[in-house]
């Protein structure tokens, strides 16, 4: 795109030009002439979108149409937007929507309306009402989330952070699934049917089949992988074969799988004996993850597991050839056609890759915390994950950490509720994060922090005028 | 109107694009920028334009110093700009595009495009543009189009007039007519100022010179000079401009192209029974006016694109068909000739990229897995060998300069065995150093036995490398012609005329000497 848009500089820096300039008496005789190799401080092409400089509006909207190669699908460059944010964005963006709750929690509060309805008369009751309904708000989300100074024992002081551990975990399984398709560049709205066809999966293989233990509990899982790897072969073979775009057939495949799984529900195969509402029968014990926290706490082996995962995607994408074609395909699907990458078969493989780490999420839910399928199994936790997986830049570590955020809202909304009787405001608040995350050049405005892209540019100037004036010394 | 600039300075972090840069532009006159890319050129007409702002430094217009801050205050004082890349919307017609952002609106807002239509046939009447104004940007030629940009940008008075490389995307002979009608406009009193690195063009048309380099002016040169005492000035050392080309020693048949034809999705013939062959150790180059299924052909060798008949075959292996693995691991080279697009991903390291189409394979890649220590120090030695200049190899390729990153990709392309090159305009937007290496690069490929097929639009560099060469003409092969036919007829074959009528006009197919020595700076 760069590369055709005539607002950018086309000049490139010299090269080669720290021998030239030598022979050159015009930069010889100037010692504080900058280093040629100085160069890229004016973006090649095709290096990132540079920022069109300030006042070109009026000619931007037209520009370069003529010769423009075809645009990248309006997804993709969302997308790479998006993950180009830096760490800071993602906590400036957490903090902004703490900041914006607080407005919330404080607006929608009796005592503080009142309070504010005599302000001038004293306002420090405003300002103490406000105080006290928001850090009580957030002191009740840290107590549900993490840890509960007011409880009675010690089992239950630690029981909120055990909460968030479970409520995480799907979290965590779904979102690195979104994450590598993200970082191959498709936009894979379709965890939450994932979901629901590895709880399908999992639930008959734990329910329907009796085996010893070890066994029944691999083949469960197994059959959790294979239900989401399904659902995501389906739109991967539709994309390769067919072009059709991965947004609106995962989208749709998400809701063939929520009134599949309705339907299965109606089945007698699929009814618990003895009970009214539709749910099938709970699952072997030799099919359950084990408690690793004792009985006392829901936290289960698949916690674990979702670390594992993590590690596993992390090396995946970093240190096999498999994740450097999905990287190479997510960044330039031009180039990695053109070195020989088959970019079809590659798709395919990261829809199956990410269906089958949400289809553990759904195994997690069955195996590990409901221990039967409902039709709500999947909560929300198939979008929830789009969240975790963007605030994470779709790196694992960061998936990690954002579906243990993601997990402790989850788990702390409860507690908070009773101080803001309304469970929406947490719903506010990864909603907006989710803005701020989408709106980087919102969260460096508001916080002045410099463009990444920017410093990285002027790091590498930096480092490459150095090393040019070392070689130039050393003639 | 009199165009001065004054001391002016631009920099970017520590880097100074522009140092102490002083010109003046007289009315009426043709005033030519010379230097390679990375020179400064662009960056000072950018501050021209008001696309940025000088460091330190005046523009001054008929003694009245200005400031811009946006390319609209430089409208508005008389100064027009025509891209490289042209900016037109291509659904548009002439007229639209020509009042687009400054329209003749009517009452109740509606837009005058009788007033539109008038404004373009006036002055193309007046400067013998031949345009019709409602004609569709999108069906018209690339001399046209840049027609359109010249009208849009004298429809807004301008005086000054700066043409960005202008003749990059044209044939010869609409190289000429655009000079023809510089000279007139220049006649009528419009300055222009020309942006170009091609010194013929330079010569053809300039009142005066000036040179740049390393983002300063290094002096004046005369219409009159040398192409070599130039090209000298604007490098700033001595060049040899004709490449030491050792005769071809071409053997056997390698490539095989027979009735090859490719028809598009909508049906529209897009590449029309081709058939040549490379022998071993020959550079066959492909000429062509840009979009005249060059592009197409390449990318159906290479497997991008499956041939809808015809044969492909590589010492006596067919290739129509495989896929794009199989084709190069069968020992085809293959330097694209959009490197942003198609030969690197530039958000990968540098070291990636140098094993792109290799990683999977040992050493690079086992079992899956792939091995970091052999990526990089295959890295080092090819950054070594190919004197790529880097900061780090771990650096993403997109921080390289357009040399250098093409430098990257064909050190990648080079670094194996190859049975086959195919490279499609490989030196596009690269300065004279790194020209010349790519060049020398080829030309050892060709030494070493290796069939060349080069795709190129420049015929500078045709001519410089081709031991035979085929023009294409709107998806066919017009002829096959020697490498040292005249540029006049290989002219005339661009635009479709055929091979004997194209030779019989120019008068035979004597080499023309005055050609053969300027290549280089193409």
Not at chain 1, 244 to 268: F, H, K, S
Not at chain 1, 347 to 362: D, E, N
């Amino acid at each position: 795109m760069t590369s055709s848009n005539p607002l950018t500089p086309k000049d490139e820096p010299p090269e080669g030009s720290a021998n030239r300039s030598s022979a050159s008496p015009a930069s010889g005789a100037a010692p504080a002439e900058p280093p040629p190799g100085s160069g890229p401080v004016e973006p090649p092409p095709g290096s990132a979108p540079a920022e069109p400089p300030p006042g070109s509006a009026p000619a931007e909207p037209a520009s370069g149409l003529a010769s423009q190669p075809p645009l990248p699908g309006r997804f993709t460059i969302a997308l790479k937007e998006i993950l180009s944010g830096s760490w800071l964005l993602s906590i400036l963006s957490i903090l902004l929507a703490l900041l914006i709750g607080a407005i919330l929690i404080a607006a929608s509060n009796v005592e503080v309306q009142k309070a504010a309805g005599y302000f001038f008369a004293r306002p420090s009751d405003l300002f103490a009402a406000i105080w006290d309904v928001v850090s009580r708000s957030y002191a009740a989300l840290f107590q549900g989330a993490v840890f509960n100074f007011g409880a009675d024992t010690p089992v239950r002081a630690i029981l909120p952070i055990t909460q968030t551990l479970t409520a995480s975990t799907p979290l965590i399984f779904a979102g690195l699934g979104l994450a590598v398709g993200f970082r191959a560049g498709l936009f894979n709205i379709g965890a939450q049917g994932q979901i629901i066809l590895g709880s399908i999966f999992a639930a008959w293989a734990g329910f329907a089949l009796h085996l010893p233990p070890g066994l029944h509990l691999l083949l469960a899982l197994f059959g959790a992988v294979l239900g989401g790897a399904l659902w995501g072969f389906i739109p991967g073979i539709l994309k390769a074969k067919t072009g059709a775009n991965e947004v609106i057939v995962t989208i749709m495949l998400n809701w063939v799988a929520v009134y599949g799984l309705g339907y299965l529900l109606t089945l007698d195969a699929f009814q618990r004996p003895g009970y009214n509402n539709p749910q099938t029968p709970a699952i072997d014990p030799n099919a359950q993850l084990p408690l690793i926290l004792g009985p006392n706490y829901k936290t289960h082996l698949g916690f674990v597991l979702a670390l594992v995962a993590a590690g596993g995607v992390w090396w995946l994408m970093e240190k096999s050839t498999l994740g450097l074609k999905f990287r190479a395909i997510g960044m330039n699907p031009d180039a990695a056609r053109t070195a020989g990458i088959n970019t079809d078969r590659c798709y395919v493989w990261v829809m199956m890759i990410a269906g089958g780490l949400a289809g553990l999420a759904g195994s997690a839910q069955i195996q590990g915390t409901e221990r039967v399928l409902t039709s709500g199994i999947a909560g929300s936790f198939g979008f929830d994950a789009i969240t975790v997986a963007l605030l994470g830049r779709s790196r694992p570590l960061g998936t990690v950490l954002a579906g243990l955020l993601f997990g402790g809202l989850r788990a702390g909304s409860y507690a908070m509720q009773s101080v803001t009787n309304s469970v929406d405001v947490v719903l506010v608040l990864q909603s907006v994060i989710v803005l701020f995350i989408a709106a980087p050049p919102l969260v460096r405005a508001i916080f002045r922090t410099p463009d990444p892209e920017a410093v990285r540019r002027l790091k590498v100037t930096a480092r490459a005028a150095r090393q040019a004036q070392l070689k130039e010394v050393g003639r | 109107m009199r165009l001065e600039l004054r001391g002016i300075s631009k920099r970017f972090g520590d880097f100074w694009a522009n140092r102490g840069i002083n010109l003046t532009v007289e009315p009426g006159e043709i005033h030519a920028l010379l230097g390679e890319n990375g020179a400064g050129k662009s960056t000072l007409m950018n501050v021209l334009y008001g696309l940025y702002q000088p460091d330190e430094g005046q523009i001054i217009l008929d003694g009245e110093a200005v400031k811009f801050t946006s390319p609209g205050d430089a409208m508005a004082a008389g100064i027009g700009m025509v891209h490289q890349h042209f900016m037109l919307v291509p659904v548009f017609t002439v007229a639209e595009n020509v009042v687009l952002g400054n329209e003749p609106v009517k009452a109740a807002g509606l837009i005058d495009a009788k007033q539109a239509r008038r404004l373009v046939t006036e002055i193309s009447e007046r400067f013998k543009f031949d345009i019709d104004p409602d004609a569709y940007v999108e069906d018209l030629p690339v001399g046209v189009q840049q027609r359109v940009e010249i009208i849009k940008a004298l429809s807004r008075d301008a005086k000054i007039l700066i043409l960005d490389e202008p003749t990059a995307v044209l044939t010869p002979q609409e190289t000429d007519e655009l000079l023809t009608i510089m000279r007139e406009l220049a006649a009528g009193g419009t300055s222009i100022v020309f942006i170009t690195h091609k010194l013929r063009e330079v010569r053809a048309v300039a009142d005066r010179i000036t040179v740049i380099r390393l983002g300063k002016v290094v002096g004046q040169a005369n219409p009159s000079d040398s192409q070599t005492e130039m090209a000298s000035m604007m490098v700033g050392r001595q060049v040899g401009l004709q490449a030491p080309k050792p005769a071809a020693g071409p053997g056997e048949v390698a490539l095989k192209v027979g009735n090859l034809s490719l028809v598009s999705a909508s049906g529209g013939g897009l590449l029309q029974d081709i058939s040549f062959d490379v022998r071993a150790g020959e550079i066959l180059a492909i000429a062509g006016v840009q979009g005249n299924g060059q592009t197409e052909l390449v990318e159906t060798l290479i497997g991008l694109r499956e041939p809808t008949s015809g044969l492909i075959e590589l010492n006596g292996e067919s290739l129509a068909g495989r896929t794009v693995r199989q084709i190069l691991d069968s020992g085809v080279g293959y330097v694209p000739e959009d490197r942003g697009r198609d030969g690197m991903v530039g958000g990968l390291a540098i070291s990636e990229n140098l094993v792109l189409d290799q990683f999977e394979y040992p050493p690079f890649g086992r079992y899956g897995a792939l091995d970091y220590k052999a990526i990089n120090s295959n890295a080092d030695a090819q950054i070594k060998a190919f004197d790529v200049r880097v900061g780090s190899p771990n650096d993403p390729i997109s921080t390289l300069s357009g040399g250098n990153a093409q430098k990257v990709i064909v050190a990648r392309e080079l670094s194996r065995e190859l049975r086959l090159l195919v490279v499609a305009n490989p030196t596009r937007g690269l300065d004279v150093g790194s020209i010349e290496t790519v060049h020398a690069e080829i030309l050892a490929e060709r030494a070493k036995g290796v069939p060349v097929l080069l795709a190129s639009t420049e015929l500078d560099e045709i001519t410089v490398l081709a031991d035979r060469i085929a023009v294409m003409y709107r998806g066919r092969l017009v002829g096959i012609v020697p490498g040292d036919t005249s540029r006049d007829a290989l002219g005339l074959m661009m635009a479709g005329v055929e091979q004997g009528k194209a030779l019989a006009a120019v008068g035979a197919a004597l080499p023309d000497q005055d050609d053969s020595v300027e290549g280089d700076l193409a």
